[in-house]
């Protein structure tokens, strides 16, 4: 088991060298980082004067590897906007993406386990035709519109809950709904596949046969096996979440690191950006670490293998 943790640890850290080259080199090419520092009123002669300052003059290479060492000492760098540490400012928004990110997961999976479980139970009835076109809906609605939607609705009609701000739980309510209901479908599918081939198995025929209540079947037998890919998809999809709250953010002006890419990226604040598509990059890369630990840890033929 330890030795499959270090491969996996050393994959994802080759992995964040890859992101890191490839997140200062899109950045730094995308906009021109001593005219974002001088502004749009500045003169040529000033600009020059930036980047010779800053030493944006000098081979990206060698700004990368500058960039690099100081990241991996904590230093992210300084805002060109706020002049404020980069990792400070982050940090400051962080716990409002991280709750939005882990209420949206919560409800995800408190929709699909249970859908996916009973549309196996029941293949091919109405029950199962009924899960799989909320999956379908839930995929093919644009989380925008849906959050829009609960806006009006809830909102603005019925008038139960806020429709901006993340200063109370309620405000959050509708944000991780509108995130949660698109990372569903896709659990909720593999939970029913997964459920329909354990349920064919041999140990679950042998289980019938011995007597044991439908509910230990099911639960401590059948789903246990079956949730193996649902636990990978969650991290997965996680991830997904944090990265992709930039658009529930800007929706219900919630003061997280999503609303913050925006912001950045429309004041060319190149250092947040970086730092937060650096940070966001690694908290997949653990997020997937984890998935896979968990995956060995339930099937031992994976870190045998």
Same mark, same amino acid.
């Given at each position: 088991?330890?030795?499959?943790?270090?491969?996996?640890?050393?994959?994802?850290?080759?992995?964040?060298?890859?992101?890191?080259?490839?997140?200062?080199?899109? @950045?730094?090419?995308?906009?021109?980082?001593?005219?974002?520092?001088?502004?749009?009123?500045?003169?040529?002669? +000033?600009?020059?004067?930036?980047?010779?300052?800053?030493?944006?003059?000098? !081979?990206?290479?060698?700004?990368?590897?500058?960039?690099?060492?100081?990241?991996?000492?904590?230093?992210? /760098?300084?805002?060109?906007?706020?002049?404020?540490?980069?990792?400070?400012?982050?940090?400051?928004?962080?716990? &409002?993406?991280?709750?939005?990110?882990?209420?949206?997961?919560?409800?995800?999976?408190?929709?699909?386990?249970?859908?996916?479980?009973?549309?196996?139970?029941?293949?091919?009835?109405?029950? +199962?035709?009924?899960?799989?076109?909320?999956?379908?809906? /839930?995929?093919?609605?644009? *989380?925008?519109?849906?959050?829009?939607?609960?806006?009006?609705?809830?909102?603005?009609?019925?008038?139960?809950? !806020?429709?901006?701000?993340? +200063? *109370?739980?309620?405000?959050?309510?509708?944000?991780?709904? =509108?995130?949660?209901?698109?990372?569903?479908?896709?659990?909720?599918? $593999?939970?029913?596949?997964?459920?329909?081939?354990?349920?064919?198995?041999?140990?679950?025929? *042998? =289980?019938?046969?011995?007597?044991?209540?439908? !509910? @230990?079947?099911?639960?401590?037998?059948?789903?246990?096996?079956? #949730?193996?890919?649902?636990?990978?998809?969650?991290? &997965?999809?996680?991830?997904?979440?944090?990265? /992709?709250?930039?658009?529930?953010?800007?929706?219900?002006?919630?003061?997280?690191? /999503?609303?913050?890419?925006?912001?950045?990226?429309?004041?060319?604040?190149?250092?947040?950006?970086?730092? #937060?598509?650096?940070?966001?990059?690694?908290?997949?890369?653990?997020? *997937?670490?984890?998935? +896979?630990? &968990?995956?060995?840890? $339930?099937?031992?033929?994976?870190?045998?293998?």
């Amino acid at each position: 088991m330890l030795g499959y943790v270090i491969k996996r640890l050393i994959l994802g850290l080759l992995v964040m060298v890859a992101i890191s080259a490839v997140v200062f080199g899109l @950045t730094n090419s995308a906009a021109d980082p001593a005219q974002a520092i001088a502004g749009e009123g500045a003169s040529a002669a +000033d600009i020059e004067a930036i980047r010779v300052a800053y030493g944006f003059d000098r !081979p990206i290479v060698e700004r990368y590897g500058v960039w690099l060492s100081a990241t991996l000492h904590g230093d992210l /760098g300084t805002s060109y906007r706020q002049k404020r540490p980069v990792l400070d400012i982050v940090l400051e928004r962080m716990p &409002v993406t991280m709750t939005l990110g882990c209420l949206a997961l919560t409800f995800a999976i408190v929709l699909s386990l249970p859908l996916g479980v009973l549309a196996a139970l029941r293949p091919n009835s109405w029950i +199962d035709r009924l899960c799989l076109g909320l999956a379908l809906l /839930g995929q093919a609605m644009p *989380t925008f519109w849906f959050a829009l939607l609960g806006i009006v609705v809830f909102s603005v009609n019925l008038e139960w809950l !806020p429709a901006s701000g993340s +200063d *109370t739980l309620l405000s959050y309510v509708l944000p991780s709904i =509108a995130l949660g209901y698109y990372g569903a479908p896709a659990m909720m599918r $593999l939970t029913r596949a997964g459920m329909l081939d354990v349920l064919d198995a041999d140990y679950i025929r *042998t =289980a019938r046969a011995k007597g044991l209540r439908r !509910p @230990t079947i099911v639960l401590k037998h059948a789903l246990r096996n079956a #949730i193996l890919p649902v636990v990978s998809i969650a991290a &997965v999809q996680f991830g997904f979440m944090l990265g /992709g709250s930039i658009v529930i953010e800007t929706i219900f002006a919630m003061q997280g690191v /999503g609303y913050l890419a925006w912001e950045s990226i429309s004041l060319s604040d190149l250092p947040v950006v970086q730092a #937060i598509v650096l940070l966001t990059s690694a908290l997949y890369v653990l997020l *997937t670490l984890f998935a +896979d630990i &968990v995956n060995a840890w $339930l099937d031992p033929r994976i870190r045998l293998a």
